[in-house]
């Protein structure tokens, strides 16, 4: 028997290419509603008990391998895109394993004045509610817009996390994780506060961008008078289809990036990434601590650069992502190797080199960016850049070292802007009949 609890990969779907995230081959298996010619079997035949997709048995709480039929018979057979389903109730939150999706937006709410641990618990059932429905192509608990309507669940995933100031606000503080004490400043930090932190936040995406933005409305809408926006940015990734054969996203710089994420297959991908089930704090078991950065690029002054001072800039070639030590993509690169005048061939302040785990004590965080681009400023320079999400068991073994190694050095902090920041705890998946955050809430 296949139990889903103790093996991530089963949250895994495939996308229909590689991601940053899932690594490509090491996706895993995956579950699709069915494409056009088997949904059409599906609508006739199998609708009101669902189809078995994959395999897989069921352990106590989590999905099993079934996807049922949007609630919408009537519309024409969905395209693989369009099918794709991402499952709600998983070890992990949805959002974390899945390839980025072609559209993503990240938002952050605060408690309205007077709303507390009651208020925050009722907003939480509410939003699980919206995201089990929305991811399986059904439509909105209320009122629904139809905006997302015939384009079946197209990967959405919805992600929900708290950040610091949510503990104090709902009389929750003893169950504030450590790992959630404010990251460090950082010397090249340029943050807006209203634009950072946040009680609450939100990831959503979606490969079809009426789908993404559905959902957010959608949530948006249930937090009512709970909780007020606080922020919000948008982002987007190639999509899916758009290259020939699976291929590591590119970045607005043209950078291929994304080639050394841990992958789910590593021996030690589960302990970098998530919280393990006896860890501490016990609400976050299976859960990951997400640090968001919208990292503004300086694309005029990069894209002066000429190619070899841009490659000598990150490590690697810009064409395919090879290091400059030789090979290809995925190949090893070499630390050590010298040029004819005795100078190492990836220079020693290349992005690709400093920011290696075994040049930060280990640290190592699953990167799974969006791009964003929101306009020019007056100067008319692209207001571009990456909303830089990164994944980890422990922030202070993850991203805050490896942070301050760039701070102190980085080639690539002369073409790039800290402009925005966050830290949540991002609970494990809510079980069947659970919502996201009870054994916090309720605990
Ligand atoms: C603190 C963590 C990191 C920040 C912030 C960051 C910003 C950032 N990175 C790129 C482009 C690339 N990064 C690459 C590799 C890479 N970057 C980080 C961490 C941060 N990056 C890590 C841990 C790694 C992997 C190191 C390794 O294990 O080898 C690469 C190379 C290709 C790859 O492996 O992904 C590129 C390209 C940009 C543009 C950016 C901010 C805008
Ligand atoms: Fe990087």
Redesign the pocket.
Known sequence: MHDPRSDHRSDLLPGPRSG?AAGGPDAGTAEQLPAAPSRRRLLGTAGATGLLLGAGGVAAGYTAGRATAPETPDVAPLTALGANRAQFHVKHQPGILQPAQAHGHLIAFDLAPGAGRREAAALLRRWSEVAERLMAGRPAPHQDTAVSRDAGPSGLTVTIGFGHSFFGRTGLEKQRPAALDPLPAFSSDRLDRTSSDGDLWVQVGADDGPVAFHALRALQKEAGEAARVRWHMSGFNRSPGATARPA?AR???G????????KPADADFDQRVFVPAGGEPAWMAHGSYA?V?R???LLDDWERLPLRDQEAV???RKSD?APLSGGGETTE?DLEKLDASGSPVVPMNA???I???DQ?GG???L?R?FSFHDGFTGDGAPDA??L?V?WQADPLRG??P??R??DRGDA?SA??R?EASGLYAVPGGAAEGEYVGQALLEG
């Open positions: 940053p590591t970045n607005l710089m950078q291929v990036d994304g080639t050394n994420n841990p640090v950065r990292i503004r690029m990150i490590g690697r992502g690169m992005h690709a080199r920011t290696r785990p930060n640290a190592a965080m990167r960016p850049g990456l830089f990164s991203f805050v490896v942070q190694k760039l690539l073409f790039i800290h």
